[in-house]
């Protein structure tokens, strides 16, 4: 039998105790033990970055990051951003330049992106964004696309969540 | 809202409704006379068309929907969300999970296999070896040569052997480490010349004929020989393509579940579902009517998600012989095996060039490794050849091509399909003899060029051509002119390169004969005036669930997002032949159209006779029907409409126009509409070291009609981007049939630092037959990226590149080889 | 889902909690993760026992030393130690190093530690355990015999740290502590000739910061890698210059950086080549990376010696 661990954690705000096999990666246990399916397995790894999560904020490859890490600390994923209806503006803005085709990648790609937004005093040029999505591969877009949709939120001052303009209810659903 | 607001909003309506109705005479009138155009050219040839297809793309759009953009798309949501389901985001109770074990030998006899260990470790349920699953299989019928698992012969390194299904992932994983299996080794085939030589054992033993020769196709028209005797100049070149592969992001991966009755629902990540519905149905020896197969979300394919894969039919397997559900998800390392990419192909190009710049004649021999098995391999063989005499005027061409056997993992249909490393040759030599005459190579492409509806020598049918438009707008945008002119000293040198290209939207014969429609979609619309269009097409990210929308919704005269697209479901959706030869935008488009018109006439019948109007006076835009005074909106529509009608539902398909050939053996390759793609690259290339930077990339394509702009460029800028891959990075490559590039890390897809800036430009040519006058954007514009980017070197640097990728070595020794010649030519 | 082999995990909070383990058998650190993961799910590692130091706070400080220099945690991960401001002022091609590993994604979560004790790499190696069989197993891993050089005895994995060569420059000391105590050991003499036998410490020792002189040392890191992220480095070097002269760490060549020095800066170049012996270990040719050395030492060289970049460098 592998040794099993017992972690307790935050994740996407909520509370978790869990009991996991020591040798879990943080991906296997968000998707396996807690059904959070949205982070991807792409190489598993850590060549990729689909299955980039938020751990006390800073990105990080789950897929290479023992589940055991995430104890005491605070897990977002992809499910945790689109936060009381409203979309995280870069997710906001990702869908409406269409920088996700088959989107396999996209929940890692706004996860490593999201830190840049959420903080307001910082600055980001055009390398550091660079840099920061030189760490996802997106096979579909050539990039373009999703640099697009990220230089438009880091230059629009206000980088609040529902920004008036284009915020949306995250359902499918429009009106005629 | 107050009442001048109001009054606003009633004077901006009856505004665009003018705009619109004056736009919709203004178009009328000229498709009626380019219809009337282009019968008079049809009896011109009356042997290539023998009738007109299932289209209607004569309708205008008026709904304001067709070229709206910015708004994303309607999947578009559940995929920034991370609430798309992907196939292995699937989970079912009691699910249990299967794992492969490959071959380590490339050629290799199975003596035995011993599965007992792995059989007795607990939460192991069965184990599955090939001749428990013998039946031979194949992307085309024709060429059956596949099996799930190895059947007493292994014939790549990664070739599926054995199967373990266990009650988690990491069990099935570890016992599929426990099967000992014995082999005997056999010598390998490796090399195009090996597979070629007669002596060498036969990969695939059972086949009567043809040894390692899968396929040869040779076609010859005109009069070549005589025709290049006669030329200004001709040239003869040598090129070789790489094999390289599609990475989709998510691997491949396949759930199957029994349900009732003794039947099994199938969810397989795949391009093709009905394809693979009718190879699962032979494989399992059930009736079709009994597997029901869903494609959930898919994370690209590329054209590597088109055959049936071992995970889908081991995983049906199980699930039928254990009761319960199974998944099998492929490793990422397996999906460099699974393979189906680019044939590694080596070419001879002879080409004849008059002074004036006019194509002669084309020579032209190809040889293509492709693996182990088939695939789409027969396809391949033809691709490699007929497509050649598109977008230049040419009345003698001759083309050879040799589809091999190999003992490398099977090659396939990769975006572009066996069109890519041709094009890369005749592009390439195309500016080569250009130069050579002191002709502007830009120049020669638009003066070479076919006219709109045109008929090439080997009988392909050209409809809309937007490619002069596309070649002055790529000139344009990308300083091309001026640039040409400018040439650098010192180590870093900058060059611009121009290539064009064109390519099919769907192929006129699907793989089994049939003369059933290729497409189908069915609409049916709620009281609450929600549509729900069920297609069989496979949105693989490309957007083709938005394009369904897109059509349905211009016709009905509301916006997408009210459109809910139930897709690739067998049990829901009618048949759509997949997700390959660029064909689901103009013919699942058409099939939508079909549908939506036949939706429209009700509604639009019933409010005409409210009204009291004729129902061509019935404008159908933004959620609202009306002419002139008089307006119903959407939900009344459908009230006063299922009234009288009863329940609203309507089907379209569609079939391709039968166009007949003067040339027999010639039913691959024809494709209702070709899209034509000019592009020009900006590079750097460092002589010291050989490195070669792309710095931007112009690429004007063709695509008849603007459906929706940002899914369009993004198709546009996701072509290029592979192209650039292949032109740069991208190698699978071999030791002893050993892959050395078995994952992300060493297979080096560009990251953004190695993407250029891309330019997307979009080009109307309106296709006559196009829904909407749409055609494919998905494919062709990476067909010209690699040779705009070998032009490009040699712009900079003098040195013409037979064969990608570019890699600093092999630019450096071009570089030398250079300097050589220039040394000897000054003494 | 490619499993990890299966171990038990100790993730102390205290450094003596750390000590006390280390060396018994079956025993491995884990700091990032990084490499060891991807490396345990590709069966290059089984450990019984991984020691986690990612809960021990004081691994990770960066503080100055009395005498003007820093000492850097091992456990500071590349990307703290490259938005360093002390480190970007006094050691700035420390800095222009780190940015250079992987990605963004990976320096947040990778340590200059296991950078520094980062395995020895391989085309051969560094592969998934299926694969390393088809070949009949690789020298370094399993196998009998090394596919790069078959004919030799040797493993010639190739010393890949992107921190390394600068931090040679520097003068780097390795602050090691064990249950027996804490001693120094100058960077340069952590590597070993053969690729399998890994850093010249012993087993139950620790290496718990990196330790910088004073600032002051003129020196340049560069990277060769085929993409602009992920890579890991086919030709690393870092060039110093010393009045006149200067020196050279020319890396991921073989096992152990190689060091030079000449009188004339303007020698550099030619002495880093022919110092240089690259093999196979990498997709991309041995011939072409021995071209680059020259052009790439050469080319610092120029940077080095251009008074407006100097500046901007120092």
Redesign the interface.
Known sequence: MPDEIVLKTTINGESARLLVPANRSLLDMLREDLGLTGSKHGCDVGDCGACTVLLDGQPRLSCITLAAEADGRAVRTIEGMAEGGLLHPIQEALHRHVGAQCGYCTPGIVMALAPLVDDPDQAVDDETLREVLGANICRCTGYTRILSAAREVLAGGDRQRGRAAGAREPSDGGTA | MDRSDDLDRKAAMEKRVAERLAARAAKEAAQAQQAEERTAADVTDPSTYMGPADTRSGQPAEGGVVGAG?????????????????A??L?LPRMAHAKVL????PHARIVSIDTHEALAMEGVLAVVVGTDLPTRHGAIPVVMDETALALDKVRY?GEPVACVCATS??LA??ACQRINVVYELLPPVLTIEDALDADKPAIHEWRRKGGNVLRKVDQSYGDVDAALAGSDLVLEESYEYPAST??????HCAVAAPSDEGRLTVWSSTQNPHYMHRTLTRVLGMEQASIRLIKP????G?GGKCDTFCSDILSAHLARLLGRPVKM?M???EVFYAHRGRHRTRMWLKMGMNKDGRITAIDFKAWADGGAYSSYGVVTSYYLGVFMPLPYRLDNYRFESTRLYTNHPPAGPKRGHGAIQPRFALEVHLDRMARALGLEPADVRANNLFPPDSITVNGLRITSMGLPDCLAQVREASGYDEKVGLQDSGPFKRGIGLAASAYMCGALHPIYQTDTPHSGIQLKIDRS?RVTAFTGTAD????SNHMVACVVAERLG?????I?VIEADSDLCPVDLGSYSSRVTFMAGNAALHAAETMRSRLVTAVADKFGVQPEDVLCCD?QYSAGDQALK?TDVIELAESRFGTLGATGSYRPPKIGSRFRRQSVGPSPAYSFTAQVAEVTVDE???IVTVHDIWAAHDLGRVL?P??A??QI??C???G?GEAM?EEQ?YRDG?M???????Y????????PE?H?ILVESHDPEGPFGAKECGEGPQLSTVPAIANAIFHASGIWLTHPPF???KV?RALRQRDLQRAREAT | MLPLPSFSLLAPDRLDDVLAPLGQPGVRLLAGGTDLLPSMKHRLFKPATLLSLSRVPELARIEPTEDGGLRIGAMATLLGVRQDARVRAGWPALASACATVATRTIQAMGTLGGNVMLDTRCLYYNQPAGWRASIGGCLKAEGSVCHVAPRGTGCYAAQSSDTVPSLMLYEAELELLSRRGSRRLALSELFSADGRDGPRIERDELLRAVILPPPGAVVLHRKVRPRGAIDYGMLLVAVRRQGDGGSAVISALGPAPVSVRVEQLGDLAQAAWKASNPLSTHSWSSTWRKHMVRIEVARAVAELTTPRLAIAHG
């Open positions: 910015g708004r994303g798309k309607i999947d578009g949501l559940a995929k920034i969300t991370g609430r798309a389901i992907f292995d985001d989970k490959r071959s380590p030998h390194i992932e990491e994983w570890l599609h990475v989709p992001l998510e691997a979300d898919v994370g690209a590329y998800a490793e990422r390392e005036g693989c990210g490309q957007g509301i916006q997408p997002e009210m809910t959620g959407w010291e070291t050989g929706h940002e899914i460029m993004g800028e996701g290029v981007y592979m650039v990075l490559r050993v050395t590039t078995p994952s992300i890390l060493e080096r897809i560009p990251t953004v630092y190695d993407t891309i997307a890699t600093p070595e450096l």
